[in-house]
């Protein structure tokens, strides 16, 4: 037993040495995969990228053993738990070992991925720190340090709570704690985290009113349209506290500087087209580097004002007038205020936008617009008319120029895009491209194309149509796909697809998933025709079984029985007489109709014609009636 006693004290040494060598193990491992991802551009990817997203999952082993550790380490100063020292060790060697696996596997997450920003750093080194107080209170536990022990531990407890305070900033909001904290606790958490979304509000709620007062052609364009569309789909990723592929987009001079290393420029002044950061928001929603990568893609609106704010040389005093002098411009950014204001109903925003846009042009060249159009309509024998005399807005009629109107012919009408209300375009000579002017016309709300050459992807073109209630694309070569198209055109009620390679049963299908009228002409029709066939069909057989019966009745059969039928003719007369005159009368005919057989044979000719009407209403009842005059 005293031998046993000697050498418990060499084990707790041995055990001291293992701890400290798998501590120089541990930072050999974090710095050989810096090393190797020194330089990576972040692009993710490959076994290493799959091990590090489990970092998610193992960093909450240490964090329970730490605090489990602590809490025991409090009792067991107590006389009633004083036998849980003896567990402290294991304790600790469980926290220094998962706090090894959490790091490691976070830091190749880190580097492959390309997460920076100051919350990633914060984060990094205070999980750095919480694996060094998990090492140096296993060490002191091991030579029965308990008191410096139970510090380290403290200290593991607070470097784990401030990496999970950071990392939850880095994922979440900056604001993501403090947004329901109590105000003196506020400043407290936000400690160490960039607030530079605060400083920007301060401005811009200081100059709300001002924007108010502002002529909305006058707008700022980066400061009012650019800088929410980077705060709502990309600075999530791109920000000070998070900085995904070694580019920030939180700031109007980081965005120019672009990704650090990167061969692309994030943004090209003066030229949209070959811009990362447009680039990138146009490819497929299924490509690897497409933009961004959760979330809601950009809108085309959005879009739009990216390109043409780039494409005016991305500076920050750009307004919406410098960006040209296309009205959808305007439309285009009244779309994009709406989407980030919270405005629920977007159609309403557009429709005031319809006005605005129009509005906003002075009187003068209202008037040269439209004076421009009336000389060229004149020209090609197009009219241009008002819907009515309470409504100015313009209805287009190319009926009588269908031969020689086509795209040119429509680009005419630009000018007036915003005021065209009713377009009738049928038997013109217009294409898929000639529709990129019709999609202008956010005001359209009923649109003819039959007869024309346009098909899926000129209805495509037309992009949102918020107030087209009326469709006609008769004898077209459209096909399904037109039904994606439908999709963006929230008010459209009744759609003809006659003549068309449109499925009718898909057709049919689509129509009752939505609010929507479609007629496919015959084909649909066909469907309930044989239907409506049969119904008459069936009852027309019955009818002439009960026709025929007149025919006894103007049979020429009887004459050769003239003998003794005679009086049967009149009968049948007698039929008739009845109704005008008294029984008498028919007594009288019968022996007229005894002495002269040659009147008998004339007059059933004439019987054949009223006999075809009372026949079927009472062939029996006169049978009877003389036969009791001849008893008599």
């Known amino acids: 037993m ?9 084990k707790g040494k041995k055990g001291t040495g293992i701890a400290i060598f798998l501590g120089v193990l541990w930072i050999a491992v974090i710095g050989a995969f810096w090393y190797a991802y020194r330089n990576a551009e972040g692009d993710g990817g490959g076994i290493v990228n799959f091990i590090g997203r489990f970092h998610v999952l193992i960093v909450h082993v240490p964090i329970g053993v730490i605090f489990l550790g602590f809490g025991m380490d409090i009792l067991s100063r107590l006389k009633k738990f004083g036998h849980l020292k003896d567990s402290l060790p294991f304790i600790h060697w469980i926290s220094f070992l998962s706090a090894c696996g959490a790091t490691i596997v976070g830091y190749m997450l880190m580097s492959v991925e390309g997460f920076a920003g100051r919350a990633m750093d914060m984060h990094m080194w205070f999980g750095l720190a919480v694996v060094v107080c998990c090492l140096l209170a296993l060490v002191f536990s091991l030579r029965k340090l308990a008191a410096l022990s139970t510090l380290f531990l403290a200290g593991a407890v607070f470097t784990t709570m401030a990496s999970g305070h950071f990392g939850g900033a880095m994922v979440h909001d900056t604001e993501y ?13 936000l400690v160490g985290i960039e607030t530079h979304g605060d400083a920007e509000q301060g401005p811009e709620g200081e100059g709300d009113e001002e924007v108010t007062e502002v002529v909305f052609s006058e707008r700022n364009v980066y400061n009012d349209f650019v800088v929410p569309i980077l705060d709502a789909k990309c600075n999530e990723c791109h920000n000070e506290n998070k900085v995904k592929g070694k580019l920030r987009m939180d700031t109007h001079e980081l965005l120019l500087a672009g990704a650090e290393g990167s061969d692309f420029p994030t943004v090209i002044p003066g030229n949209a087209d070959e811009s990362e950061l447009i680039v990138r928001v146009m490819l497929e929603e299924d490509h690897d580097e497409f933009m961004p990568p959760k979330g809601d893609p950009l809108t085309p609106d959005e879009i739009k004002i990216l ?4 494409a005016a040389g991305a500076k920050t005093d750009t307004t919406i007038a410098g960006l040209g002098d296309d009205p959808e411009i305007e439309v285009a950014a009244l779309a994009v205020e709406a989407i980030h204001s919270g405005e629920e109903e977007v159609v309403e925003t557009a429709s005031i936008a319809l006005t605005s846009v129009w509005d906003t042009l002075p009187p003068e060249e209202q008037k040269q617009r439209m004076d421009d159009v009336m000389v060229e ?10 819907i009515s005399a309470e409504d100015d807005r313009l209805r287009i009629n190319v009926i009588n120029a269908a031969k020689e109107f086509g795209d040119d012919q429509l680009k005419l009408l630009e000018p007036v895009a915003d005021r065209i209300a009713w377009l009738d375009l049928a038997r013109s000579q217009i294409s898929d491209a000639g529709l990129e002017v019709v999609g202008k016309m956010k005001g359209l709300e009923r649109l003819h194309l039959e007869n024309t050459k346009v098909t899926d992807a000129g209805i495509a073109k037309l992009g949102p149509m918020p107030h087209l209630e009326y469709l006609n694309l008769y004898g077209t070569q459209v096909g399904n796909g037109v039904f994606e198209s439908f999709a963006r055109m929230p008010l459209l009620r009744k759609v003809y697809l006659w003549q068309t390679q449109v499925d009718a049963g898909q057709a ?8 929507l009228e479609i007629n496919t002409g015959v084909d649909l029709s066909a469907e309930a025709a044989p239907a409506k066939a049969e119904e008459p069909k069936t009852p027309e057989p019955a009818k002439d079984e009960k026709k025929p019966e007149p025919k006894p009745a103007a049979k020429p059969k009887p004459k050769p029985a003239e003998k003794k039928p005679a009086p049967k003719p009149a009968q049948k007369e007698a039929d008739k007489t009845p109704k005008p005159a008294a029984p008498a009368k028919p007594a009288a005919r019968k022996e007229k109709a005894k002495t002269p057989p040659k009147p008998a044979a004339t007059k059933p000719k004439e019987a054949p014609k009223p006999a075809a009407k009372p026949a079927p209403k009472a062939d029996t009842p006169p049978a009877p009636k003389p036969a009791e005059k001849k008893e008599a």
């Open 2 to 10: 005293s031998t046993f006693v000697k050498h418990e004290a060499p």
């Open 177 to 189: 704690l403090t947004e329901h904290a109590p105000e003196p606790l506020k400043p407290l958490l």
């Open 307 to 310: 390109s043409l704010w780039i």
């Open 377 to 386: 309509a004149e020209k090609y024998h197009f009219s241009v008319m008002p």
């Open 508 to 515: 049919k299908a689509y129509e009752r998933s939505v609010n």
